[in-house]
């Protein structure tokens, strides 16, 4: 719990509260280190258990808008910091706090997390992680891009996230498919404009958050993804805990995710950072300026025991981390898509699967009835989830195939 000098809890100000399935865990873990008010782009709901006031804003109003409506909040009680863990507001917030004269994440380290080829630019200009990366604007340009870095390429948008409009391309029948679907990916509210070309990095992926603060990045979580629907990178389920990484992604990968976030001005956040280990050596695929989403703070604490929540309120507040956590179990979550567009009737019942002592969870994320549809027709056609636990890392991916397999998305 975090206390300012007079020996009362410090206040944190949250822009954006995500979807309840996703982020609820993790603004509770907030909300025990500290008090919260919350700035919201919808009116709260569940929301309110965890904050002690809120407020509603519209990003059509630009950052003087939203200015003017975080005022309302601040004026009543002293903000020690401005804080997010929502994609989307990561520029916003680090605008605010600026505003505000409050700490934050820097605007510019903001704008380069939300900017793929500046990454690339800062990250091969400094040698840290050197890949070969065009930006182009149109299919001519594009195409001269891939013919000189060659096939297998990844294609995808210069600003979105989730894996939106991202592809690889193995060959050039391909290309032209690949490059339109970048170009006309469901932007949802992010800027966006050109497309990368760039080389295919064959290796192991897996995430890192780096909890970064005055100058100092330090590894506070790790996960092992599981992928689905190639060519297409969706990340359909991640692991974490005993047994997830190795000692070279836990060494060479996790200095490499730190000293990457620090050379992009990244601070007073928990910075999530994909790695992918290849042959020549780790190689950084993305930095983001906000903790793991997809229920990452859910997993973590029911793995390892530590709450991303709490490390996102030291980092907010300059303070080290305290990360004392278990090493001796692991859970994963797998996320579940119907086989094709239909109406969703709800998840098989299996009632020998949810017997199982290793099932944590399993959970409908859609009303039944909707009509649904997998990737990459939609990229977050999720109706979905299970969770699952074990000893081990290993072990927790089999009893996820298993769980995959069973939980059968039922409709028509």
């Known amino acids: 719990m975090t206390h300012d000098s007079a020996g009362r809890r410090e206040t944190l100000l949250v822009v954006g509260s995500g979807y309840r399935a996703g982020h609820e865990r993790l603004l509770a873990q907030m909300a025990a280190d500290a008090d919260l008010i919350l700035l919201n782009p919808e009116p709260v709901s569940w929301q309110r258990d965890w904050v002690q006031a ?41 605008r605010l706090a600026q505003s505000l004269g409050l700490p934050g994440v820097p605007v510019a380290a903001a704008e380069l997390a939300r900017d793929k080829h500046r990454q690339r630019t800062l990250l091969n200009s400094t040698g840290i992680s050197p890949t070969r990366s065009v930006l182009v604007h149109d299919l001519p340009a594009a195409r001269r891009a891939a013919q000189e870095i060659g096939y297998p390429l990844m294609v995808k948008p210069r600003g979105l996230s989730g894996s ?33 070309v760039e080389e295919f990095l064959e290796g192991f992926e ?16 790790w996960a092992r993804k599981i992928w689905a629907y190639d060519p297409y990178p969706i990340e359909a ?9 190795g000692r070279a992604e836990m060494t060479e990968g996790f200095d490499l995710a730190c000293r990457s ?60 981390p305290h ?59 999720r109706v979905g989830y299970v969770m699952a636990t074990g ?22």
């Open 237 to 245: 389920g991640f692991i974490t805990g005993h047994g997830t990484l």
């Open 391 to 412: 000893p081990h890392a290993d072990e927790v991916e089999d009893r996820l195939l298993l769980a995959h397999h069973e939980l059968r998305v039922l409709g028509s």
């Open 261 to 320: 976030v620090l050379a992009a001005g990244i601070d007073r956040t928990v910075a999530h950072v994909e790695v992918k280990m290849t042959p020549a050596g780790p190689r950084i695929i993305e930095l983001n300026a906000r903790p793991g989403g997809d229920i990452a703070s859910r997993i973590v604490e029911l793995a390892r025991g530590v709450r991303l929540g709490s490390l996102l309120v030291s980092a907010a507040l300059g303070r080290a």
């Open 164 to 196: 939106a409009g991202v592809r690889r391309v193995d060959e050039e029948s391909q290309f032209d498919a690949a490059f339109d679907a970048a170009v006309n990916a469901d932007k949802r509210g992010l800027e966006s404009e050109g497309v990368l």
């Open 323 to 381: 990360t004392a956590s278990s090493d001796d179990r692991s859970a994963g979550i797998r996320f579940l898509y119907p086989r094709s567009r239909r109406r969703f009737d709800g998840l098989a019942e299996a009632a020998r699967l949810r017997s199982r002592p290793w099932v944590h969870e399993i959970r409908e994320l859609h009303p039944r009835g909707e009509t649904v549809a997998p990737p990459p027709e939609d990229l977050y056609g």
């Open 54 to 94: 809120a407020e509603v804003f519209d990003p059509a109003d630009g950052d003087d808008g939203v200015l003017r409506t975080a005022k309302t909040l601040v004026d009543r009680r002293p903000v020690a910091a401005v804080v997010t863990y929502e994609e989307t507001m990561v520029v916003t917030t680090a």
């Open 206 to 221: 897996f995430d890192v958050d780096c909890l970064v603060h005055d100058g100092t990045a330090t590894p506070v979580s």
